[in-house]
């Protein structure tokens, strides 16, 4: 449940933010000596955010956030219709809108400051996957390979790692609390850092309600606050227009 932040990440690379590294991840610490399969670390989170049947039961997802960067108020909407392949990521700063993406019926359309581009094939195919709210459970249909990293040390937690690479080559590590199966971080080279913050249950589903993001394109990092989660709710077709 990551792809709102995941574009709002990338939005904000077009902007004029001095570079700044990311704090790296600690590696393996003496005391973490208990490993994983891939299989058990997605288990275990499905069954943490609510269990498989209720996963499966999720059509679509509507996700508001909030944030500030530099004085301006953002609003972060994502709407990810999972049952029919589609998806809109929709930026307004002021109320005015600064990027928006939808994707549907394989064809997918960037629009940032009133400059429309179509996305390449291989951006489309690194996207697809924000067209499900839990991944983990489709990696066969989206052509990931995904190995188990080990155990590694995130903000003082034991967390299993797992890394996952798309059709492009493009690769993301995703990290997993070891005890209580929840991810909370992931990272690649296209959205930096992301901190999964504050889980709490809505609609049965545990979801993160605050999201740390750290980026080489931002010189801090930004608190993007959950206002509103909505699932399997009836979905205009002019949504995705």
């Given at each position: 449940?990551?792809?709102?932040?995941?574009?709002?990440?990338?939005?904000?690379?077009?902007?004029?933010?001095?570079?700044?590294?990311?704090d790296?991840?600690?590696?393996?610490?003496?005391?973490?000596?208990?490993?994983?399969?891939?299989?058990?670390?997605?288990?275990?989170?499905?069954?943490?955010?609510g269990?498989?049947?209720?996963?499966?039961g999720?059509?679509?997802?509507?996700?508001?956030?909030?944030?500030?960067?530099?004085?301006?108020?953002l609003?972060?909407?994502?709407?990810?219709?999972?049952?029919?392949?589609?998806?809109?990521?929709?930026?307004?700063?002021?109320?005015?809108?600064?990027?928006?993406?939808?994707?549907?019926?394989?064809?997918?359309?960037?629009?940032?400051?009133?400059?429309?581009?179509?996305?390449?094939?291989?951006?489309?195919?690194?996207?697809?996957?924000?067209?499900?709210?839990?991944?983990?459970?489709?990696?066969?249909?989206?052509?990931?390979?995904?190995?188990?990293?080990?155990?590694?040390?995130?903000?003082?937690?034991?967390?299993?790692?797992?890394?996952?690479?798309?059709?492009?080559?493009?690769?993301?590590?995703?990290?997993?609390?070891?005890?209580?199966?929840?991810?909370?971080?992931?990272?690649?080279?296209?959205?930096?850092?992301?901190?999964?913050?504050?889980?709490?249950?809505?609609?049965?589903?545990?979801?993160?309600?605050?999201?740390?993001?750290?980026?080489?394109?931002?010189?801090?990092?930004?608190?993007?606050?959950?206002?509103s989660?909505?699932?399997?709710?009836?979905?205009?077709?002019?949504?995705?227009?």
């Open positions: 449940m990551k792809k709102a932040v995941i574009a709002l990440a990338g939005m904000l690379m077009l902007g004029n933010f001095d570079a700044k590294a990311i790296p991840v600690k590696e393996n610490s003496e005391s973490f000596v208990q490993e994983a399969s891939v299989k058990e670390v997605v288990d275990k989170y499905i069954k943490a955010s269990g498989l049947d209720k996963i499966k999720i059509k679509n997802m509507e996700l508001v956030m909030e944030t500030e960067i530099q004085g301006m108020k609003i972060i909407k994502s709407v990810t219709d999972q049952e029919n392949s589609r998806l809109l990521n929709l930026t307004e700063m002021n109320g005015n809108q600064v990027a928006k993406t939808v994707i549907k019926d394989n064809k997918g359309m960037m629009i940032s400051m009133g400059q429309e581009k179509e996305l390449t094939e291989d951006q489309l195919n690194s996207m697809r996957s924000q067209t499900f709210v839990f991944p983990e459970l489709f990696y066969e249909e989206l052509g990931y390979t995904v190995t188990y990293g080990g155990l590694q040390e995130v903000e003082g937690v034991s967390a299993h790692k797992l890394i996952l690479k798309d059709a492009n080559g493009m690769q993301t590590n995703d990290f997993y609390d070891a005890e209580s199966g929840l991810k909370i971080m992931t990272e690649s080279d296209v959205a930096g850092k992301i901190n999964f913050k504050d889980y709490k249950e809505m609609d049965g589903i545990t979801v993160p309600t605050k999201m740390i993001i750290s980026n080489a394109m931002m010189p801090m990092p930004m608190e993007a606050t959950v206002t989660i909505v699932f399997n709710q009836e979905l205009d077709d002019s949504l995705f227009e």
